[in-house]
T-cell receptor, first 112, second 114 residues
Framework: QQQVKQSPQSLIVQKGGIPIINCAYENTAFDYFPWYQQFPGKGPALLIAIRPDVSEKKEGRFTISFNKSAKQFSLHIMDSQPGDSATYFCAASSTGANNLFFGTGTRLTVIP | KAGVTQTPRYLIKTRGQQVTLSCSPI?????VSWYQQTPGQGLQFLFE???????NKGNFPGRFSGRQFSNSRSEMNVSTLELGDSALYLC?????????????FGQGTRLTVV
């Protein structure tokens, strides 16, 4: 059973657009929600992470929105650039477990 | 500060053989986790080590094992390789004292079983 559900599977936007990637979870014990960016041939790189005590976190052009009651969180990429073309993974974990449950990934393509 | 180093980057093995992969975490990080990445199953947790002790294990058969040394370097071993073990094996390191500390991944070892 997939602990974290991610959508869409793929996404194409024009340069300057705002792609949005959504994730949902069921396990209410999850209390840490990171997003990773992965380029071909590379390992995932941590982009930004959020805890349930805040509803939004922004770092540069990347914003996480978190809805605790709906058990959903999303990544917004402002002013997207061709260099943002990559696969994005959401993940979740809970205190004490120290292992990440990953979503299935979203392949983002930003067209110049 | 050097990142997470995984060796080798690529491996080709034959069914039935065994393989050992190595991971050197970021200096000062005491937790090392291993993940398997495949197109079909995505990123799946294998196990996590902290201070030479396995703290957590994913749902993989006993053919998959690991260990951590006193300098925090870690190895994972897969015995009796199967074709389905072909995957990118990723190692992640973190400070590890509490959950939610940032996990940093290496570039992975691409294992191909023929």
């Amino acid at each position: 059973q997939q602990q974290v559900k991610q959508s869409p599977q793929s996404l194409i936007v024009q340069k300057g657009g705002i792609p949005i990637i959504n994730c949902a979870y069921e396990n209410t014990a999850f209390d840490y929600f990171p997003w990773y960016q992965q380029f071909p041939g590379k390992g995932p790189a941590l982009l930004i992470a959020i805890r349930p005590d805040v509803s939004e976190k922004k770092e540069g052009r990347f914003t996480i929105s978190f809805n605790k009651s709906a058990k959903q969180f999303s990544l917004h990429i402002m002013d997207s650039q061709p260099g943002d073309s990559a696969t994005y993974f959401c993940a979740a974990s809970s205190t004490g477990a120290n292992n990440l449950f990953f979503g299935t990934g979203t392949r983002l393509t930003v067209i110049p | 500060k050097a990142g997470v180093t995984q060796t080798p980057r690529y491996l080709i093995k034959t069914r039935g053989q065994q393989v050992t992969l190595s991971c050197s975490p970021i200096s000062g990080h005491r937790s090392v986790s291993w993940y398997q990445q495949t197109p079909g199953q995505g990123l799946q947790f294998l196990f996590e080590y902290f201070s030479e002790t396995q703290r957590n294990k994913g749902n993989f058969p006993g053919r998959f094992s690991g260990r951590q040394f006193s300098n925090s370097r870690s190895e994972m071993n897969v015995s009796t390789l199967e074709l389905g073990d072909s995957a990118l094996y990723l190692c992640a390191s973190s400070l590890g004292q509490t959950l939610g500390t940032e996990a940093f991944f290496g570039q992975g070892t691409r294992l191909t079983v023929v």
